[in-house]
């Protein structure tokens, strides 16, 4: 079993910054990918970024050029840095980890942080 747990969020102007940590813990357990999604109100969840085990970095066209996926593989943290934010970014930011359990894979989501961006 592995947990996920999300911090960092709050509320900001428009065209502050925040940055979004996600520390995954549990034992015996190996981290493939690890993603940021979104949910605004009314809203279907959104993929947001992927940082792949290979070391690759993806993103949705919406947060191009203004959200910086990270990951720290020592402290299995993900991270994602947010600048320039829009009222548009308001939503529930979730981490998702994908971990292989013995020759099993399985996701695992957190609770998430909120951000809201105030115009």
């Known amino acids: 079993q592995v947990q996920v747990v999300e911090s960092g969020g709050g509320l900001v102007q428009a065209g502050g910054s925040l940055r979004l940590s996600c520390a995954a813990s549990?034992?015996?357990?190996?981290?493939?990918?690890m993603d940021w999604y979104r949910q605004a109100p009314g809203k279907r969840r959104e993929w947001v970024a992927t940082?792949?085990?290979?070391?690759?970095?993806n993103y949705a066209d919406s947060v191009k050029g203004r959200f910086t996926i990270s990951r720290d593989s020592a402290k299995n943290t993900l991270y994602l840095q947010i600048n320039s934010l829009k009222p548009e970014d308001t939503a529930v930011y979730y981490c998702?980890?994908?971990?292989?359990?013995?020759?099993?894979?399985?996701?695992?989501w957190g609770q998430g942080t909120q951000v809201t961006v105030s115009s």
């Open positions: 998702r980890v994908v971990a292989l359990i013995g020759t099993s894979t399985y996701q695992y």
């Open positions: 549990g034992s015996h357990f190996t981290i493939n990918d």
């Open positions: 940082s792949t085990s290979g070391g690759n970095r």
